[in-house]
């Protein structure tokens, strides 16, 4: 019962949480799916990682916040100052997750597991030999709560971005991965040293305080593979 009664205390704390979250209220005021949204504007204001004309591969998409922002970036620019959810896009948009996608006008979506080898397969014939301009990645994996299991999980699925992106991004490309701080979160920095001009860790005001979550930001490929 006193499990019970935590847990009844825990989901009230959680609901009053989100339903007063300004993050919340303003991705129901501008049509976004979730306040996830905000996240990645803040990363990209900040570093002006998006341009309308590009190729963007927006892995870990669902519902599907990221990837609307991403075509309301592309949105023609008498579309207005927060883009067109509909209508006319410059750019393309490639997204991916294990998850179901309610469909983004514009956005080709892949359903599947990208740990898996066939579903890599459909993302690369997608993408084709075109040079991908920045890939972002929101994925993470079921927590189990074990830090070291959970760490190892997280930087496993970095792994592979970092090695997509090492393969198909420009020269002058970026990446954006959500990480967690904890097990496996040096790993994933090193990694991003070791393959990027710029690395860097970005904590957006969009994201909960008490929320271990970080994104690592890896711009310019030392070794890049496309032009």
Known sequence: MKVQTKSKKVNKAWLNDHVTDPYVRMAQK??????????????DEALKLIHPGQLVVDLGAAPGAWSQYIRRKF????????????GALNGTIIALDLLEFEPVEGVQ??????????????????????PVDVVVSDMAPNLSGISDTDGARVAYLIELAVDFAVHHLKKDGALVCKVFHGGGYEES???FREHFRVAKAIKPKASRDRSAETFLVGIGLKNATKT
Do not use: C, H, N, W
């Open 30 to 43: 501008e049509g976004y799916r979730s306040r996830a949204a905000y996240k990645l504007k803040e990363i």
């Open 75 to 86: 949105a023609p620019k008498d579309a207005g100052a927060g883009g067109a959810a509909v």
């Open 109 to 130: 979506f892949i359903q599947g597991d990208f740990t898996e080898q066939t579903v890599l397969d459909q993302l690369e014939a997608a993408v084709g030999d075109r």
């Open 189 to 191: 920095v090193a990694r």
